[in-house]
């Protein structure tokens, strides 16, 4: 554990923010050092701490989204026998194969609601409506995540490397993040939609 916080210090400083963002969560998900620290780091999430003052550059409403404090991540293993009752054929494609869905296709590319985009797969909430922009790509887009919630690893499926995502508590692929995004992070989550489900905020919840 001394060592995972040397690490981050480390990166804290030499690091932009938006490095650091990629830098830290492709650190989850590496290896057995990550395996190793799971349990620790899903029920503990210690590195949180470090992010309730909101680094300079990231906007208020999507930071202290990102910074909130969404519960515990339990991790979800399932057989893929279990998966494929469970999903229905789209979302198992997209979520345990790491398939594409077609763009321009899914509802939530218009979604301007206020509310929470969940993993399709476990109901981990991954995004809130004030991390999402239109990116024309026809995909649900976000320039921001909520902290400790996906975990990256390298894809070179397509001859050039990308940075795959998936929902840190059951697995299912998301999408890929890319440095194009817009400020403050500069960061381009894009999500397949049919890996997420909307829930909208309540009256009840809005202030
Ligand atoms: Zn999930």
New binding site residues.
Partial sequence: MHRKKADDEEKREEKPVTARHIARRSFLATGLLALAAAPFLLKSRPSLSAQTSIPPGRTTAAAADAAKDWGTIKE?RMSDEEWKKKLDPKAYDV?RCEGTESPFTSPLNNEHRKGVF???????P?FTSSMKFDSGTGWPSFYEVIDGHVQTKQDNKLYMARTEY???????H?GHVFNDGPAPTGLRYCNNGVALRFEPETDKEEK
């Avoid at 969940?118 to 981990?124: H, I, R, V």
């Avoid at 998936?166 to 299912?172: K, N």
């Fill in positions: 979800i979520l969940k993993c399709a797969g476990c109901g981990l991954l998936h929902c840190a508590q059951c697995g299912g998301q």
